[in-house]
């Protein structure tokens, strides 16, 4: 059924994609129920098989949720109380929390303003003899710059420890996000790209040491049970999460192609609109448009327009890092990443998802016309 042009248009739809797995993944939640194999088993051993095929790593670790993924990434690179972690202004806290519940200091840097990606520019100016990682984000689903990143860890001797949250299944001709630095973080939330049905997340590596010591850091410091080796975490992936990221995975390059069209149709769609900053994709990059953002002037009365017609919509991030009250101790200042400041009073994330209809983007559109001319 196709939207009409006065029918409201979700900025997600979670309920298409779970409709179109429950036939597969119920019977195995129902087996996991009468074998009580609820943590770990495999279920996990098979999606993170999977997944490690599907990114072109040798490990995958599951692991709770991406935060834990993060924070479980820059323990295993060495990063400890007080060492620096450079990442980008704009980007979701849990990038900067979970370098800080470490004791470690996020360094936060001005972004490029075609694209909103990691400067490396900034990046190297950033460096100090206290830097132990680089950590990239790949933002709204294309990669971050990761030949000059890597190039400049190289010489720096520095770790590099992709955010890959919002990139399931983005590349280039180096491969894809989460196979491109030493060791990577993703989130399976619910509203990324590979979704679970619940909090979940994954740490990718080639690196066989750094996959052990993750292993073992996420089980209470355990690879033998009753026997610990570290001061560890609670941060394990269960078996219901993992079924339903296999069913999922299997969809997830349909469901990216998918996003791409819908990419295409609002650039047709609003490639001629006044007031309308698109997107952009980075040279040799496939985006798989986690989300589609835009940049318009008067935002706040925009969103309330498109609000009122129903069509849903967001702000990914209202607050460059820097600013919010919690990384206030570091005395970041408004003035000091003009980019990603900039851009953050004027971005806005349109409705994008698998089963977004032509028709429902048609009605965005005109909405979105009309709002910015008022």
């Known amino acids: 059924m196709t939207a009409t042009l006065t029918e ?42 999977e997944y490690a095929d599907y990114i072109g790593v040798r490990h995958v670790v599951g692991v709770s949720n991406g935060t834990d993924a993060l924070e479980l990434a820059y323990r295993a690179v060495g990063v400890r109380p007080g060492d620096e972690v450079i990442m980008p202004a704009n980007t979701f806290i849990a990038t ?27 990046v190297e100016a950033a460096i100090t003899p206290r830097t132990r990682v680089i950590a990239p984000v790949h933002l709204f689903g294309q990669t971050a710059p990761m030949g000059l990143i890597t190039a400049l860890a190289r010489r720096h001797d520095l770790a590099v420890v992709e955010d890959a949250a919002q990139a399931q299944g983005a590349g ?25 049905a ?24 355990s690879a033998v049970k009753y026997v610990h080796d570290h001061v560890g ?27 791409r069209a819908a990419a295409r149709r609002y650039g047709e769609l609003l ?31 925009v969103m309330a327009q498109l609000g009122a017609a129903g069509i849903g919509t967001g702000i990914h991030y ?37 089963h977004l209809t032509a028709d429902q983007q048609a009605r965005v559109a005109e909405v979105l016309r009309a709002a910015v001319r008022s």
């Open 8 to 49: 409201s248009v979700p900025f997600l739809d979670l309920a298409a994609q779970q409709a179109e797995i429950a036939d597969e993944v119920m019977p195995v939640w129902q087996a996991q129920l009468t074998s009580a194999a609820f943590v770990g088993g495999p279920e996990v051993a098979a999606f993170e098989s």
């Open 172 to 196: 280039g001709s180096a491969g894809r996000a989460g196979a491109l630095g030493q060791v990577a973080a993703t989130s399976f939330y619910p509203g990324k790209n590979l979704g679970a």
């Open 198 to 221: 619940g909090d979940a997340g994954a740490v990718m590596t080639d690196d066989d040491d750094i996959a052990a010591l993750v292993r073992n850091l996420g089980a209470h410091g």
């Open 271 to 301: 490639g001629d609109v006044e007031g309308v900053r698109l997107p952009s994709v980075r040279a040799g990059n496939s985006d798989v448009w986690h989300l589609y953002v835009v940049r318009v002037a008067e935002r706040a009365r």
């Open 96 to 122: 900067a929390e979970a370098a800080s519940r470490l004791g470690a200091v996020p360094v936060f840097v001005d972004v490029d303003d075609e694209h909103l990606l990691i400067d490396p520019g900034a």
């Open 233 to 259: 975490m609670n941060a394990r992936l269960d078996a219901v999460q993992a079924s339903v990221l296999r069913a999922k995975l299997r969809r997830l390059d349909g469901w990216n192609t998918a996003r």
């Open 318 to 354: 209202p607050t460059p890092v820097h600013l919010t009250e919690a990384y206030a101790y570091l005395g970041g200042r408004r003035g000091q990443f003009p980019v990603a400041e900039a851009a953050a009073e004027r971005i806005m994330s349109l409705p994008m998802f698998p």
